[in-house]
């Protein structure tokens, strides 16, 4: 697939070492993006969670263990597996700044794009949401609710780059050159420990623009060349090498 | 010509080819799908104004400050307050659905009295006030007849509380169990006073005896927010951080070093580094050092301390080595749950920063100065923190103790959440009237005589006064964020009208202007807390604190070893205390702890194999108290002979994301009784497995 550049490219950099698991982040997307509570949280395979904190762990025994936390939003590719396989054209990567996006309206829910997604980002809603009475008084205005057999997935909070958006073209400024910490996904407002960064990568302003270029920086299954605008940070090897399926005899 | 199968299929293939390329199959698909996406039992948006405001969130241990913001005047979403220092942006996982929380089944909706056959008629305010003033008056000026708990350990309303006590000629106001307890004993026994507190901020080496400070420790989001300055992202690291603790919690996976010790011996652990520091020739001035440094000497020295928790000498040693010649050293110790520890492991952790010198100085042990009191008749902070409820309960179970005719529980689940929680709840059951101030429809109120809601902590006004763990003391506040939503009504309020109604003059009118006062009498300004600013002072308790060597010394007991300890933990993503699984939670538990029903405990590679376990086996493990049922789960993060088990499930009311799913391990926890300083202790508990 031909890969589309753009002049901005939305990029989210977690730090592995820096997360704890506390959850706070996948409760805030549940909040910000009206994903209904569900009463088993443990069926794993069919819960809707945008974003999900996977636990790694070096794979050594006690006493050598040690372990680690990965959020997983969507990665937001460069070369989307997702977008090509979708017969109803619901998923495209068009926008500027670079986030794929899903329009539920027009998902037929052939679930083709989750099969081809390799970070397993997208989710079928196979129950009807259900708000308890009165939750629905606290959904979001900025998502739309869902019906069931529907295809979600994670897109940076969007509607917070439209906020931020109208609020440059407000103020004066250029609605495609927003200064670092206007547009920030709810998972970044609600992460206790900082792990998450965003911003614009092209841009040298945005902390990401570094940060993305540091030593410790990987993406995860770099080696499809899917391009991902989602980078992670660790210090410690055995993560890094984890993030790429890396095997033994496999050499850095 | 005849159609054989292969122009047949020619046939078809090209129609079905054909069909791709033309647009109508997909333009009819796409209707399909958009008219069958518009069902009417979707929810619509609602649209109108957003808004932002700061309130206080008080689920959780710890209050998180915060900014809520709304839709229409409806909540939806919160982030961190950044202006706030006791929280300092951070968002914990109930904080986080604190709006959705509103709307949560579990919720009271008005005043309800029990009725026959343990149902619930809802009354009036009117009514509720007279029956609680009735049983009141009926015991008032007797001792033993009432007994107050407050799950809230930080609020102005606890002041409210134990003033209402003693004006009705009680001494039996108390707070639900935690750390600051231990701490509150610890300091009084070491001859200070004030409250501990810990500056994180300034320190540049941090070790964590037990205390789980990512989780449940301290103020855990304030903490949390320590950590991330402290540690940049793609900069070099300010500051070093090793737990010692029984298992890979999320403290010790995100330490630059975990120290595998077993729950409960956290003082041995401590008096051991202090033998090197000794060694090495660290002396404090305090009465008691010679007999501390025979103590040490004698009885933690690097070979007995292997014996008893299996700390190799040299790990010791070089671990008091890198205490010494850090910068800003900081030691602390607390419990792996945030509840039942000891009095002994905040002395012995204490007396390392004594050796070290920490204690008073920028980035090391403070001892904090309690804010002005703002209800005259109330107990101090102090002497509230100290109070040990679940002693006092121990001795109702076992009827060395009257049960009171009238208990009140104000945003307490002690039915639910106190350790040995069957006997705990027995003892509960013996009081004849007990009275529910919650929000929910929790275990103790569901068994409550009497429940009078209070509203949830966005509808309300409320306080919190130096959260235990910070590093200075601090005040913050706030105003409600929205329009009630049910019937609730202020705890304080119907406290200072059932007081005056008996007589009892506490000052106030409303618990606005309690809260108003304290904010006046610790010399900030009410308006700007309630705007989300905190309020910081940064004075402190003066005096020397001794080693309390003779508590040490009685109070330490080597294990015996041999037998399967438990190790409990409590994540806030599953709850706290005060409140259960919040409905926006239910996903992010881990599939490690819970699947379906079954609540799943954690044990290493060895242990299992020693047990005759394997993975998935199903467990009962029995307690002093109780049983539990559980699954296992092998994780190679967990120390030799101990069992990891989540605190936080088992509920039996609440509602459908939490009722009914696994088990309540507080249930398995042994209450004991700390020799030495005589308080209720259950961290070292042993559980047999079948
Ligand atoms: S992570 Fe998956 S869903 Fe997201 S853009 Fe990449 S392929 Fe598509």
Redesign the pocket.
């Known amino acids: 697939m031909q890969q589309i550049e753009f002049d901005t490219k939305w990029t989210m950099v977690i730090d592995v070492d820096k997360c704890t698991g506390c959850g706070a982040c996948m409760v805030s997307c549940q909040a910000e993006n009206n994903i209904a509570p569900m009463e088993d949280g443990s069926n794993k395979l069919k819960t809707l969670t945008w974003l999900l904190v996977y636990e790694l762990n070096n794979g050594k025994d006690f006493p050598e263990r040690e372990s680690a936390y990965l959020p997983r939003p969507?990665?937001?590719?460069g070369k989307?597996?997702?977008?090509p396989v979708c017969p109803v054209v619901a998923?495209t990567k068009d926008e500027e700044g670079g986030i794929?996006s899903q329009i539920y309206p027009r998902c037929i829910g052939c679930r083709y794009?989750m099969a081809?997604?390799?970070?397993h980002?997208?989710y079928f809603g196979w129950f009807d949401p259900i708000w308890p009475e009165g939750m629905e008084k606290a959904l979001s205005p900025s998502t739309s609710t869902r019906p069931r057999g529907v295809v979600e997935?994670c897109n940076f909070c969007h509607s917070r780059l439209l906020d931020a958006r109208a609020r440059a073209r407000a103020e004066d400024m250029d609605p495609n050159k927003l200064p670092d910490g206007w547009y920030k996904p709810a998972c970044l407002e609600a992460c206790p420990t900082g792990a998450i960064s965003f911003g614009d990568s092209k841009n040298p302003e945005h902390k990401v623009h570094d940060l993305i270029k540091d030593k410790n920086a990987f993406r995860l299954l770099e080696s499809l060349g899917?391009d991902?605008q989602v980078y992670y940070i660790s210090r410690r090897d055995w993560v890094r090498e984890q993030s790429d399926n890396h095997l033994p005899k496999d050499k850095h | 010509m005849g159609i054989d199968r292969r122009t047949f299929i020619q046939l078809v293939t090209g129609g079905v080819v054909g069909s791709l390329f033309t647009p109508v199959i997909w333009k009819s698909l796409d209707d399909a799908a958009i008219w069958s996406q518009n069902w009417p039992w979707i929810p619509r948006l609602k649209y109108g104004q957003i808004t932002e405001q700061a309130t206080l969130s008080k689920f959780g241990p710890s209050p998180c400050s915060l900014t809520v913001k709304s839709v229409g005047g409806s909540p939806y979403v919160v982030k961190g307050n950044v202006e706030n220092e006791m929280s300092k942006g951070g968002v914990d996982a109930i904080s986080a659905g604190g709006a959705q929380l509103l709307y949560s089944p579990s919720r009271v909706n008005g005043p309800m009295k029990k009725v026959a056959d343990g149902k619930y008629e809802s009354i009036s305010w009117e009514e509720a006030e007279k029956m609680l003033s009735e049983k009141l008056s009926a015991v008032k000026g007797q001792a033993g007849k009432l007994a107050i708990v407050s799950g809230d350990a930080t609020g102005t309303s606890s002041e409210v509380l134990s003033a209402f006590a003693a004006g009705m000629g009680s001494s039996d106001c108390y707070l639900m169990p935690g750390d600051e307890q231990a701490a509150a004993v610890a300091l009084d026994n070491m001859g200070g006073s004030g409250q501990i507190g810990y500056d994180l901020d300034n320190s540049d080496f941090v070790l964590f005896i037990g205390a789980d400070a990512m989780n449940s420790w301290g103020s855990v989001v304030r903490n949390q927010r320590v950590y991330s300055e402290m540690r940049p992202t793609g900069e070099d690291l300010k500051s070093v951080y090793v737990y010692a603790g029984p298992f890979l919690n999320s403290t010790a996976s995100s330490s630059d070093k975990w120290i595998p010790v077993a729950p409960g011996t956290g003082a041995i652990f401590s008096l051991g580094l202090a033998y090197h520091m000794l060694n090495s020739g660290s002396s404090a001035s305090a009465s008691d050092f010679a007999d501390f440094k025979t103590l040490v000497m004698s009885r933690f020295t690097p070979d007995k301390v292997e014996k008893a928790i299996g700390v190799a000498p040299g790990v010791m040693a070089g671990l008091a080595k890198q205490l010494m010649s850090a910068s800003a050293p900081l030691v602390i110790s607390g419990s792996e749950f945030g509840q039942g520890a000891g009095a002994v492991d905040i002395i012995a952790a204490t007396a390392l920063n004594m050796l070290l010198g920490r204690v008073g100085e920028k980035g090391g042990m403070k001892l904090l100065a309690d804010l002005p009191l703002a209800v005259d008749s109330a107990v101090s902070r102090t002497e509230l923190s100290s109070r040990d409820f679940a002693g006092y309960l121990a001795a109702v179970a076992s009827d060395k103790v009257k049960a009171p005719e009238v208990l009140l529980a104000y945003e307490a689940n002690p039915v639910y959440a106190m350790p040995q929680a069957d006997t705990m709840a027995a003892a509960i059951a013996k009081v004849p009237f007990l009275v529910s101030f919650s929000t929910w429809m929790d275990e103790t109120a569901s068994k409550a005589d009497l429940i009078m809601p209070n509203p949830h902590s966005f509808e309300r006004f409320d306080d919190a006064q130096t959260p235990y763990g910070v590093g200075v003391a601090m005040l913050s506040a706030c105003a409600p964020v929205t329009e009630p939503i049910y019937n609730g009504k202020s705890t304080i309020d119907v406290v200072l009208g059932v007081a005056s109604g008996l007589g009892i003059d506490l000052g106030y009118e409303s618990a606005e202007a309690v809260l108003q006062a304290k904010a006046e009498k610790a010399g900030a300004d009410w308006d700007s807390l309630v705007g989300g600013a905190a309020f910081v002072s940064d004075s402190t308790e003066s005096g020397s604190l001794k080693f309390a060597a003779s508590v040490l010394s009685k109070a330490v007991a080597m294990p015996k070893g041999g037998e399967i300890a438990l190790a409990p933990y409590a994540k806030l993503n599953v709850g706290s205390s005060t409140v259960a699984i919040p409905p926006l939670n239910c996903v992010t538990i881990s599939k490690f702890e819970l699947q379906g029903k079954d609540l799943f405990v954690q044990i290493n590679g060895v242990t299992a194999k020693k047990l005759n376990v394997s993975e998935g086996s199903k467990v009962k493990l029995t307690g002093t108290g109780g049983e539990c049922v559980a699954r296992v789960h092998i994780n190679e993060g967990v120390m030799n002979d101990v069992i990891a088990a989540p605190l936080g499930f088992g509920h039996t009311a609440w509602d459908v994301f939490s009722r009914g799913k696994g088990d309540n391990i507080s249930k398995i926890l042994t209450v004991g009784t700390e020799p030495g300083t005589g308080m209720a202790v259950w961290t070292s508990s042993f559980v047999s497995i079948a």
């Open positions: 969507c990665m937001q590719c989307p597996a997702c977008v998923t794929v794009c081809a997604c390799p970070y980002a997208r997935k899917m991902p």
